[in-house]
């Protein structure tokens, strides 16, 4: 498994903040957090514009205020159909997962993080969808 760029999207610090951690002792490395689904469309947006290469991951979460992850994801795909996005979720969300998935989501983790699952979300994602 190659060390990933990683983008976190959750309007939660704390969650930014465990995720994060998580992921680097993974051995990925956040490139950029986000605290709205707003602003990682944006993200992706200038990233795309200025020709910047964008992350070879995106966590997002479901339930966020402006722009939740469902419709996020949908825009950002709509931009880069490439990307790959797993939504992170709490139990009892399993409609909204559906949706997500729906929306072309690869993948998602269930709140609270074990890193064990995350992992294999992970891995399952890049394995079956990441382009070289």
């Given at each position: 498994?190659?060390?990933?760029?990683?983008?976190?999207?959750?309007?939660?610090?704390?969650?930014?903040?465990?995720?994060?951690?998580?992921?680097?002792?993974l051995g990925h490395q956040v490139s950029k957090t986000c605290k709205?689904?707003?602003?990682?469309?944006?993200?992706?947006?200038?990233?795309?514009?200025?020709?910047?290469?964008?992350?070879?991951?995106?966590?997002?979460?479901?339930?966020?205020?402006?722009m939740d992850g469902i419709a996020a994801t949908s825009r950002i795909?709509?931009?880069d159909p490439d990307a790959l996005i797993i939504m992170v979720t709490?139990?009892?969300?399993?409609?909204?997962?559906?949706?997500?998935?729906?929306?072309?989501?690869?993948?998602?983790?269930?709140?609270?993080?074990?890193?064990?699952?995350?992992?294999?979300?992970?891995?399952?994602?890049?394995?079956?969808?990441?382009?070289?």
């Open positions: 498994m190659t060390n990933l760029e990683i983008m976190v999207v959750d309007d939660s610090a704390l969650t930014i903040k465990k995720l994060g951690a998580m992921l680097e002792q709205s689904g707003m602003e990682a469309v944006e993200t992706f947006k200038y990233l795309k514009d200025k020709g910047l290469p964008r992350p070879d991951l995106v966590t997002m979460d479901i339930t966020m205020p402006e795909l709509a931009m709490s139990h009892g969300q399993e409609q909204m997962v559906i949706e997500a998935i729906e929306a072309g989501a690869k993948g998602y983790v269930l709140k609270p993080f074990k890193i064990e699952k995350l992992k294999e979300s992970i891995n399952q994602v890049i394995t079956r969808y990441k382009k070289e």
